[in-house]
């Protein structure tokens, strides 16, 4: 069974990433910021790391950086934020960021999207 | 000169070298002689010794032998014992000569004669000698005989000859040798001879050299003076060797030069002499004329000279027709009188005096006199008188011979007027040119007024002058006092006739009396000349008016035209002084201007030097005034100013194609100043033409820092409130795309509504926070100023948190008047907005106290949480949009960052401050400080020094009452009365109030609409040990029977509606003070 990581520090935006991937043969973790993130992460291999940019302290690319290089390397990294703008998608890029997601953005899709991944 | 001098040698110096070079090599010789010929001679002595001893040895040999032969045959004859016994001693002595002579250096035949001898001997003294004396012994002289016949005295008679032939050679041995001796001393002789001759050779060829070095320079010489007198050529080589020579060589050669030059001279002076000579033939010519020409002028003289001849005490004898015509005097008028009569007066008594003492002693006096004519006219005459003397020497009479020669002193005299006159208008010129000069340079109107004053005064000769410029009042005088020209300066009358004379005029005189105080000591009548011109401008305006005065004599119409010619060039130099002084003003106005402009200006010629620049350059680049003058070169103001930016090679680039660009273009420019901060400038560059030809460039830099800041805070703004918009949106999109699409369970829907509900609220309130901030900041908000008791509002606002039953929210309220001006649904915005983040930001609960107080005419209200705190670093920035402290405890908590600085826009339209101080984990208390309004407060400033009155109260009264009216109503009363009022809005959590406050009652509203009533409230009151004593006022619209009042132990009871005096009363009873009621 494929792990992922959902990080976000929204309640409300991590109950509905985990509520849509429910239906699908994953196991799902939390973790509300970038700290605990980068625990979980130390721990456990995952597949596909969801990841909010904006959060306290540290953001999502922070967490990336901190990261030991080829800890992610199987995992798909998907990037969830707020921030529109293109160099911030060009900084997500260079820090290992597979797949841009813009709030707000569609369940069904982000579904899909895991789905898609996940039969890979 | 020097060089040959080093090079070559005085005739001392080479006269000592060859001396001393002869001595040597004489000196040389004889010791090598002197050396050979004595070990020649130490040769030959030894030599000599040799064959000395060789004869010696023989003759002593020869001797013994002899003596031996004799002894032996006189024993042989006589048998005498004697003789044997002599005869031994014989032979001994021939031993030792033998032994001798064998010791001695030998030849080969002495060598072969002294074996022989040898031989001879022991032969003789072994053998034949004891045959013969044993033939003696026996008397056989025959076998003697025999024995002697044997060959012995051949032998003998052989040595014998050989020692004599020995003795020959030594002889001639010796002999040669004293030959060779005498050989030797010709042969020294002759060495010596040949030595002499040798040295004296030597010396005489090199004092011919020595001579010949002298000659041959000598003979140059010779030749070359000899050269000198037919050739004219003076060249001698000055290399000599002697030094002696060389200098005598120069100096012919220089006197050869000066020798010609002479002669070039002479020859010219001869040429001269010749045309002298030529010159004075023909003036002897010309004399020889002249005095045949004399002759006849002679007669003519006579006519014209003037005689006049006197008596000895000068009475006038006779006179001739000369004198008479010249005179005036008939002969007859003259005769007789004396000379006195002639007299002009113009020579003092001592020239006559002298004139008399010459002649009276007999000697000739020769002089000029001007005498007088019988009219009255004078005339002069050179003058020559001659006393006549008889033969007892005494002067009988004086005869005068004079030549008129009126008309040359008269020339003489013109002539001299004439030279000063020129000298002085050489002087004039000058001093114009020196004044031109001086004016051309002059760019300063105070100058040129001296300069020209000086100028007229050196030039013009007057008692008082004035020279002044009408449009400054500016002057220059002479003879004037300060007072005098005051006068004049204010006296329109004097002044504008003086102008519009000269306006029409360009010049005129003014005759007048002479003043009292021009007079001076003479007290006669004068008469003063004023002399008034002007300079103009071009405008034909009078600029400047000059005012010359002369006592006594006026101003010729020459010196009048003369000074009017000068005004033209004056008044040139003066429009051009004026011209200066515009460009002067408007160069100031410009310079003032640019210095002023918002921009920095920098103007920089086309070879890149900086012509000019303005402080605001300095500024914007954070440059020090002194750290680019001086460097008007372009790499050092280019380098200075691109070094203060962030990028410099793009500024450089930027500046050098910017100094020749065809049109307008601009730049933008980064640069930190030393303080960090950046300065964002925009650059352009203006090119400059002067007919039509680019000439520079302007470079206006303009600081749009701040235009920077406001764009960067907008788009940041704009991307910050996008990010807060779309976080909710998510929430609220993608729950419902859930609700939509998926099949959910009850509670999941439930649940997923609620946070869409929600987070729409969020999002509601961020827009509504940000449409107010937005008001706020832009100045758009309106305000429905009025009076509002701010008391009473906080109450209002305390009511609608009640639901928060964590919190215990009470209201400490020991001001003596709330009342602000304000608008009341902002201030309860306001108020809504901190009490909610006091609540907010204390999670886990506690006492939220809002203490009110009066300050120095403020009132401030402080609410106080115990919650999380903010962090001491994020305190200075937390009234900035959009500012939420960044960690995991307020993140929970949540909201749109914009409170706080709403917040202090409300309060600072209030003309109000807004602070927070704050400990993390502590607490944080929010104050703010708004303007009193209240009216008698403001009247009586008394209370405004000590307004809070917390510390002296007679003490604090807990009121806890749900009817915010009355509560008011009961805490102004309470506070008016010097009580403090702590209000509660509930029964809940009261037991925490009572415990922060020792209080003196406790009013209680018996129908409180919480879960909890009056008396279950009472009732905790009453069962806490600590509490028990507290008195309890109850306050209710229900009455209330006297079993319960003492069931509770209530100590007052007030029904509704009573007034607040009543309260007040109570509790003053309670206190026990009940003189005040």
Not at chain 2, 662 to 687: D, H, V, W
Not at chain 2, 898 to 904: D, E, F, T, V, W
Request: aromatic share 8%; hydrophobic share 35%.
């Amino acid at each position: 069974m494929k792990r992922i990581l959902i990080v976000d520090d929204e309640v409300a935006l991590r109950m509905l990433l985990t509520d849509s991937l429910e239906d699908l043969n994953c196991e799902v973790d939390e973790a509300s910021n970038g700290q605990e993130a980068y625990d979980q992460i130390s721990q456990k291999d995952y597949d596909i790391l969801v990841l909010d940019y904006m959060m306290p302290h540290m953001t999502g690319i922070d967490l990336l950086q901190k990261l030991e290089p080829n800890t992610l390397q199987d995992a798909t990294i998907i990037m969830l934020t707020a921030k529109t703008q293109t160099t911030d998608e060009q900084v997500a890029s260079e820090a290992g960021v597979d797949i841009f997601i813009k709030k707000p953005f569609s369940p069904l899709e982000f579904i899909n999207l895991v789905e898609g991944l996940l039969n890979d | 000169m020097t060089n040959k001098t080093n090079r070559s040698d005085t005739i001392k110096t080479r006269f000592y070298k060859i001396t001393f070079l002869s001595l040597s090599i004489v000196i040389l010789i004889s010791a090598i002689t002197i050396f050979s010929l004595h070990s020649i001679q130490s040769d030959i002595r030894q030599q000599f010794n040799q064959s000395s001893a060789h004869y010696d040895a023989v003759g002593q040999l020869e001797y013994n032998l002899t003596q031996v032969l004799f002894r032996a045959r006189s024993y042989y004859a006589f048998q005498e014992q004697t003789d044997l016994e002599q005869l031994n001693r014989d032979l001994e002595q021939l031993e030792e000569s033998i032994d001798q002579f064998g010791n001695l250096e030998l030849s080969e035949n002495e060598r072969e004669f002294y074996t022989m001898l040898n031989t001879f001997y022991d032969t003789y003294s072994q053998t034949l000698l004891p045959q013969a004396m044993n033939y003696v012994d026996n008397d056989d002289y025959a076998s003697l005989r025999e024995l002697g016949e044997d060959g012995t005295y051949e032998d003998i008679n052989y040595f014998l000859s050989y020692t004599n032939a020995v003795q020959s050679i030594s002889e001639n041995e010796r002999n040669s040798v004293l030959n060779e001796t005498t050989e030797l001393f010709d042969l020294f002789m002759i060495v010596f001879i040949s030595i002499g001759i040798l040295s004296f050779s030597i010396i005489i060829f090199m004092i011919n050299r020595l001579l010949k070095s002298i000659h041959q320079p000598l003979d140059q010489l010779l030749v070359a003076t000899k050269s000198l007198g037919t050739e004219h050529k003076a060249n001698l080589e000055e290399n000599f060797g002697l030094q002696e020579f060389d200098t005598l060589a120069s100096t012919h050669n220089e006197m050869a030069m000066k020798i010609q030059e002479k002669e070039e001279e002479l020859v010219t002076q001869n040429q001269e002499l010749l045309t002298q000579q030529e010159q004075l033939e023909f003036n002897q010519e010309q004399l020889q004329s002249y005095i045949s020409e004399i002759e006849h002028i002679n007669k003519a003289l006579d006519q014209s000279a003037l005689v006049c001849i006197t008596d000895n005490e000068g009475k006038i004898l006779s006179v001739n027709d000369r004198f008479t015509k010249t005179s005036g005097y008939d002969e007859d008028e003259l005769t007789g009188h004396s000379t006195r009569i002639l007299k002009s007066g113009f020579h003092s008594a001592n020239y006559y005096e002298n004139l008399w003492l010459t002649i009276s002693k007999g000697k000739i006096w020769n002089g000029k006199l001007k005498n007088e004519t019988k009219d009255g006219d004078f005339y002069w005459i050179e003058a020559t008188i001659v006393p006549f003397i008889d033969q007892k020497s005494h002067i009988y009479k004086y005869i005068l011979i004079g030549i008129d020669i009126t008309e040359n002193i008269n020339n003489e005299q013109q002539l001299q007027l004439l030279l000063h006159e020129t000298q002085y208008e050489k002087d004039k010129s000058e001093k114009y040119g020196l004044l031109n000069k001086e004016l051309t340079f002059t760019s300063d109107r105070s100058t040129f007024l001296k300069q020209t004053f000086r100028y007229f005064e050196s030039i013009f000769h007057f008692e008082k002058g004035l020279l002044l410029s009408i449009y400054d009042n500016a002057y220059e005088q002479k003879g004037f006092t300060p007072e005098h020209i005051n006068e004049l300066l204010n006296s329109d009358e004097v002044y504008s006739y003086i102008l519009s004379r000269l306006e029409n005029e360009s010049h005129y005189v003014i005759k007048r009396e002479v003043k009292q105080d021009e007079k001076g000591v003479a007290d006669v009548k004068t008469f003063a000349y004023d002399f008034y011109t002007s300079v103009k401008n071009d405008r034909d305006e009078v600029e400047l008016v000059l005012a010359l005065t002369r006592i006594g004599h006026t101003f010729t119409d020459e010196e009048m035209e003369e000074i009017s010619l000068l005004m033209k060039p004056l008044g040139m130099a003066l429009s051009r002084i004026n011209i200066y002084e515009a460009v002067q003003l408007e160069r100031s106005l410009n310079n003032s201007i640019i210095q002023n402009v918002n921009e920095g200006l920098q103007l920089v010629s086309v070879d890149g030097t900086m012509l000019q620049t303005n402080q605001n350059v300095f500024d914007i680049f954070d440059l020090e005034d002194d750290q680019l003058v001086g460097t008007s070169m372009q790499a050092n103001w280019m380098d200075q100013l691109a070094n203060q930016c962030e990028s410099p090679s793009d500024i450089k680039r930027f500046f050098k194609t910017m100094i020749n660009p065809s049109t307008l273009t601009e730049a933008s420019i980064a640069c930190r100043q030393s303080s960090g901060n950046m300065k964002y400038i925009k650059l352009y560059a203006f090119p400059i033409f002067t007919k039509g030809e680019k000439t520079s460039t302007l470079f206006v830099f303009r600081d749009q820092t701040k235009e920077h800041e406001v764009d960067q805070m907008k788009s940041e703004l704009v991307s910050t409130v996008s990010h807060e918009l779309r976080t909710p949106l998510s929430s609220v999109l993608g729950f419902t795309e859930m609700l939509l699409h998926k099949e959910l369970k009850p509670e999941k829907k439930k649940l997923y509504l609620e946070t869409i509900y929600r987070e729409a609220q969020r999002l509601t309130t961020l827009i509504n926070d940000f449409l107010d901030i937005q008001r706020i900041e832009s100045g758009k908000q309106e305000y429905n100023m009025e009076p509002v008791e701010l008391n009473r509002l906080i109450m209002e606002v305390v009511q609608l948190f009640k639901q928060h039953t964590h919190h215990t929210i009470h209201i400490e309220d020991t001001a003596l008047s709330t009342t602000v001006w304000g608008d009341h649904d902002r201030l309860i915005q306001l108020l809504t907005n901190l009490i909610n983040n006091a609540i907010k930001f204390s999670p886990d609960g506690g006492i939220v106290t809002i203490q009110i107080q009066n300050k120095a005419n403020k009132v401030h209200i402080h609410i106080k949480d115990e919650g999380i705190g903010i962090p001491k670093s994020e305190l200075n920035s937390m009234f900035t949009k959009f500012k939420r402290v960044d960690n995991s405890a307020s993140k929970k908590i949540g909201g749109t960052g914009l409170g706080l600085a709403i917040s202090k826009g409300i309060v600072q339209a209030h003309q109000g401050d807004i602070w927070i101080d704050s400990i993390e984990n502590e607490g944080t208390t929010v104050s703010i400080s708004l303007p009193s309004h209240d009216q008698q407060m403001l009247l009586h400033s008394s209370l405004q020094e000590d307004n809070d009155r917390s510390h002296d109260t007679k003490g604090t009264i807990l009121l806890v009452e749900d009817d915010i009216s009355f509560a008011s109503l009961l805490s102004d009363s309470l506070k008016t009365n010097g009580f403090n009022v702590v209000h509660h809005l509930s029964a809940q959590n009261v037991s925490t109030v009572i415990n922060q406050h020792s209080l003196t009652a406790i009013v209680i509203d018996l129908m409180l609409d919480d879960t909890m009533n009056g008396w279950e409230l009472i009732e905790e009151i009453k069962a806490h040990p600590k509490w028990r004593t507290l008195p309890i006022i109850v306050s209710s619209a229900l009455s209330v029977g006297q079993d319960l009042s003492e069931k509770y132990q209530i100590d007052a009871y007030l029904e509704k509606p009573y007034s607040p005096d009543v309260l007040v009363k109570a509790c003053h009873e309670l206190l026990g003070d009940t003189d005040n009621s």
